[in-house]
């Protein structure tokens, strides 16, 4: 534990550069476009009409007692976009950013939580947008959205450790990436998000009851669409803790034992 207090030490202490990196990385990801950072915004919203248009014109589908679709798709959709684009942006965060790497003093563990405040912009603009379709669909504000500050923490921990564990051994192992893009589809598909958990054969329970992006996409929608306080279930909450807590111990140990020879290898 004491190695993770000097990990998050080394974090606080360059909060100030975590910051100003975020914002360049942000300008320089659209520079000399004519969109700019609504490229960002214009992606993922394409994304949810295709899937609204399939499955809920196409097939008819809605949410679960008679919810709109949109909003249950939503619900899942945009925490889960964060959670997959940071990791996707932070497995080449070490590779990709060599002529910082090579410098002697400059924190590499601050990296993959650049890439995290980048996306954080498009998953406020996102989110923003959500609320506003799901009141002009009769679901007015509750103290539940106070709940979302908790699962925004709970998702960063748990990508963070990812991110760091999938930075560090992207040096030494660079197929990891497109094994990565498997992954994370897979993961995607088992995860209720454009599908029901109650669809699922009970005895598969297991996919979704240890799987914490379910906790995840599931904490947002309680928050914002259905009205469940988060220690309801203090079982799920347990489970994804330990498992988030897990990822991230392992991913700041392998990123320290890494770290040195990250020079040498790029």
């Given at each position: 534990?004491?190695?993770?207090?000097?990990?998050?030490?080394?974090?606080?202490k360059h909060r100030e550069m975590i910051w100003a990196m975020s914002k360049r990385d942000l300008e320089a990801r659209y520079i000399g476009t004519?969109?700019?950072p609504l490229w960002a915004i214009f992606h993922p919203i394409?994304?949810?009409?295709?899937?609204?248009?399939?499955?809920?014109?196409?097939?008819?589908?809605?949410?679960?007692?008679?919810?709109?679709?949109v909003l249950y798709l939503l619900g899942g959709l945009i925490p889960w976009l964060l959670f997959n684009?940071?990791?996707?942006a932070s497995v080449s965060a070490v590779t990709g950013n060599s002529h910082l790497v090579k410098k002697t003093t400059f924190p590499t563990e601050v990296l993959p939580i650049v890439n995290?405040?980048?996306?954080?912009?498009?998953?406020?603009v996102l989110f923003l947008i959500l609320c506003i379709?799901?009141?002009?669909h009769g679901h007015r504000p509750t103290l539940y959205l106070l709940q979302l500050p908790y699962y925004y923490v709970a998702l960063g921990v748990f990508v963070l450790g990812l991110s760091w564990l999938v930075s560090s051994i992207q040096v030494f192992h660079r197929d990891l990436s497109q094994g990565l893009l498997v992954i994370l589809n897979l993961w995607f598909w088992i995860t209720p998000i454009?599908?029901?958990?109650?669809?699922?054969?009970?005895?598969?329970?297991?996919?979704t009851d240890y799987n914490p992006a379910y906790y995840i996409v599931q904490g947002y929608r309680n928050s914002l669409l259905i009205g469940e306080p988060f220690w309801n279930d203090w079982s799920a909450a347990l489970r994804f803790w330990?498992?988030?807590?897990?990822?991230?111990?392992?991913?700041?140990?392998?990123?320290?034992?890494?770290?040195?020879?990250?020079?040498d290898v790029l």
């Open positions: 534990m004491s190695r993770l207090a000097d990990f998050l030490g080394t974090l606080y004519i969109g700019g394409v994304t949810v009409l295709i899937y609204w248009f399939v499955f809920s014109v196409g097939f008819k589908a809605v949410g679960p007692s008679g919810m709109p679709f684009n940071t990791l996707l995290w405040l980048s996306e954080t912009f498009t998953h406020v379709v799901t009141w002009s454009i599908w029901m958990k109650d669809m699922l054969p009970t005895r598969y329970n297991w996919i330990m498992i988030a807590m897990s990822f991230l111990l392992l991913g700041v140990y392998v990123f320290r034992r890494l770290k040195a020879e990250f020079a």
